[in-house]
């Protein structure tokens, strides 16, 4: 089987809004667990390392920096950080051609670099330009599992 195919059909990049959900066992993070997490498809999950770094700050401003550390830390040992340095050229591409955060062109640029789908939910910037980030990568919406 083609590497590169088999890694599309059993890879899904994470973005951090889910991850939150997915932390918090709130109803999208019990989809995503149960689409995604539990389904045998599914053996790599990515992540950017923006992502790593924003769930940390969101779980800080909750937490003691120690705590927050160590719960994301803790949570994302079976997830892959990709390299920074492999997502700085399309990362930099999509931020400034999409009124996009970082962190989402981050993600997008993960999934673009490894040509796997993107999980992610919508969000009004996204959406809005939804179209053109369509032909660029697959994005999933785990709201549309509601």
């Known amino acids: 089987m083609n590497v590169n195919k088999d890694l599309h059909e059993t890879s899904i990049v994470i973005d951090t809004g889910v991850l939150v959900e997915l932390l918090e066992n709130s109803e999208l993070g019990i989809i995503f667990s149960q689409h995604f997490l539990e389904n045998p498809q599914f053996e790599r999950y990515y992540i950017s390392p923006i992502t790593d770094t924003e ?3 969101i779980f800080c401003r909750r937490n003691s920096y120690q705590e927050a550390k160590k719960i994301v830390s803790d949570f994302l040992k079976d997830f892959i950080i990709c390299p920074e340095s492999n997502l700085r050229d399309d990362a930099f591409r999509l931020k400034c051609n999409f009124p996009i955060s970082l962190a989402d062109s981050y993600s997008l640029a993960v999934a673009i670099v490894l040509n796997i789908p993107l999980c992610m939910k919508k969000e009004e910037e ?10 660029e990568a697959k994005i999933i919406f785990i709201d549309d599992y509601l």
């Open 55 to 57: 769930l940390k700050y």
């Open 126 to 135: 996204i959406q809005n330009n939804i179209g053109k980030l369509s032909s």
